[in-house]
């Protein structure tokens, strides 16, 4: 495989054909990185593609990786979600260009809205540190109450309602467009691992 054959996106109405493979691969990661997340429908997925809420990687005809924004509390908040990329394509800095397009995607058609992310990544956490993503408390994110029961496909959903929804395994990361963007550390993502490694471990204790 080449990477300079490899196109990435603002996703368009003919890419909705791939809609059942991005839910097998979102699908598919979940289950390898052992969290889940809401298992989502073809059609589901088809509607963002169509509603130009999605960005999309191609090697030729062939989808290799995906991601999509979502709004939140009346436009005020925009989550990037559902980032994934086939396995074979891996290592190949194919999901930092995925990322970067769906952010680009975000600030274009919600320039004023807050985007925000809840990961356990620690790849996505540097990506976003480098873009400008702050780690901030839960409360600081939407309180659509859509958004967090979209959670309960998620195998610490238990941990998140347990907490009243203040704290899980996930990170939360915000971009503020109206706060300037502070010196970013490389150590930032590494201390949100542990942070969120240490909950884990108590949680297991009790």
Not at 98 to 111: C, G, Q, V
Not at 117 to 131: A, E, F, G, Y
Request: charged share 25%; proline share 5%.
């Amino acid at each position: 495989m080449n990477a300079d054959n490899i196109t990435v996106a603002f996703a368009e109405p003919q890419h909705s054909v791939h809609a059942e493979r991005i839910c097998n691969l979102i699908y598919e990661s979940a289950l390898q990185r052992g969290t889940g997340i809401a298992r989502r429908s073809p059609d589901y997925i088809s509607a963002k593609i169509n509603g130009g809420k999605a960005v999309v990687a191609l090697d030729g005809d062939k989808l290799i990786g995906f991601s999509y924004i979502e709004c939140w509390g009346h436009g005020d908040f925009v989550a990037t979600s559902g980032l994934i990329v086939d396995p074979e394509y891996r290592h190949m800095g194919l999901a930092a260009r995925i990322k970067e397009k769906t952010f680009e995607l975000a600030r274009l058609r919600f320039p004023f809205a807050k985007i925000f992310s809840i990961t356990t990544s620690l790849p996505v956490m540097k990506l976003n540190s480098r873009m400008g993503y702050r780690p901030v408390t839960f409360s600081e994110l939407t309180d659509d109450e859509e958004f967090w029961q979209g959670c309960k496909g998620c195998v610490n959903f238990d941990i998140l309602q347990r907490n009243n929804r203040r704290m899980c395994l996930c990170t939360g990361m915000l971009f503020d467009p109206a706060v300037p963007l502070p010196a970013q550390s490389t150590a930032t993502p590494y201390k949100m691992l542990i942070k969120s490694k240490i909950s884990k471990l108590l949680h297991l204790k009790k």
